[in-house]
């Protein structure tokens, strides 16, 4: 007898996050800026989902907006079945516990003003997880020792420490209300190339030692690869594909997709990849979209490409592709034989 799937730990539906621009001289129109323009996924419990494209995208923003330090637009987003969107204040505060975030800049992230106890030792005094002083300092040394720091870092303030002492320290302060799920919002990409992957094997490590789930937002697809359990691929408000992260590096499918993956160097000299280069400029995030956001770069696109636009369709099992030319299916739900039905996948076509 099987069990009963659970419900996913996050679910995002249909997330949209747009900015308003400072109207033009003599306009009384005000630009918008798309940044998150329908981004829909789910994250199970204990999982890894990577989240990358190129810098623009809008992963940061989606990551900054399932938090609600963005509010968001339009859209759902379930934790544990409830939805972050409509929690009170109140209520939001008690969620926090639940959900943080390691920021991208280690350097700006931390209060210089603030002494390394301080600054882990805040969110246990905001939460009321610690009944005394000497508690909570003993609750400030067991997470140093944690990210592999000591009692002796304490007392010193973050300019004193490396870049990758000061994400340790970052990392800490989110450890410290034992939440179940931590958005990564580009942990390593200000540090050393050496330093990142020491940081990247402190948080594997974290993840199996606390049952931890973490959205990982990157733009390195070399160091995704290394902590994902499913990759999604974000290009311009949207996600275009997203699929397990062996098969998507093994197998990548949407034209955006195979083009990040030929850019990754390859540690053999003498293995050889086709280098895609891309043509033609980014649309704009401003202009109203019509069709497929990559339609203006895509080698492979077709003229009904450009007003269709693309819905993520299965190719297989747990990978989903937003584009017609590889699934068979355009975005009003028909086949390029001109009937409804089931997606082709791309290894038969």
Request: with cysteine; net charge positive.
């Amino acid at each position: 007898m099987t069990e009963a799937r659970t419900q996913p730990l996050l679910q995002v539906r249909n997330l949209k996050k747009y900015f308003a621009m400072r109207s033009a001289m003599f306009s009384r129109e005000r630009p918008t800026v798309r940044a998150v323009d329908g981004v829909s996924f789910d994250l199970e419990q204990g999982e890894t989902l990577g989240l990358v494209g190129e810098s623009g995208c809008g992963k940061s923003t989606t990551g900054r907006t399932i938090l609600r330090l963005e509010e968001p637009t339009s859209g759902e987003v379930l934790f544990e079945g409830r939805d972050i969107m409509r929690l009170g204040r109140h209520h939001m505060r008690v969620l926090r516990r639940q959900v943080q975030i390691v920021f991208q800049d280690p350097y700006s992230s931390l209060d210089p003003r603030k002494t390394v106890a301080s600054i882990v030792a805040e969110p246990l005094i905001v939460h009321g997880l610690a009944q005394n002083k000497s508690e909570r300092e003993d609750r400030v040394v067991e997470l140093l020792e944690t990210v592999g720091l000591s009692r002796g870092h304490m007392r010193r303030y973050p300019h004193e420490f490396s870049g990758g002492q000061r994400q340790r320290i970052g990392i800490a302060r989110a450890l410290a209300v034992r939440p179940k799920l931590i958005v990564c919002d580009e942990p390593v990409s200000a540090l050393d190339v050496s330093v990142q992957a020491q940081v990247i094997n402190l948080l594997q490590d974290l993840q199996e030692k606390f049952g931890l789930t973490y959205l990982f937002i990157a733009h390195d697809l070399s160091v995704v690869e290394h902590i994902s359990t499913r990759v999604a691929v974000m290009y311009l408000g949207r996600i275009m594909e997203i699929a397990p992260a062996d098969e998507l590096y093994a197998r990548p499918t949407h034209p955006y997709s195979q083009a990040l993956l030929s850019a990754v160097p390859i540690p053999d000299p003498k293995a050889k990849r086709e280098r895609i280069i891309l043509k033609g400029d980014v649309a704009s995030a401003v202009a109203e979209p019509q069709g497929c956001r990559f339609y203006h770069r895509c080698p492979f696109r077709e003229p009904s490409c450009a007003t269709n636009e693309q819905v993520l369709t299965p190719v297989s099992p747990g990978h989903l592709v937003a584009c017609q030319v590889r699934t068979g299916v355009h975005g009003d739900g028909t086949t390029a034989a001109g009937g409804a039905g089931a997606s082709v996948p791309a290894g038969d076509r």
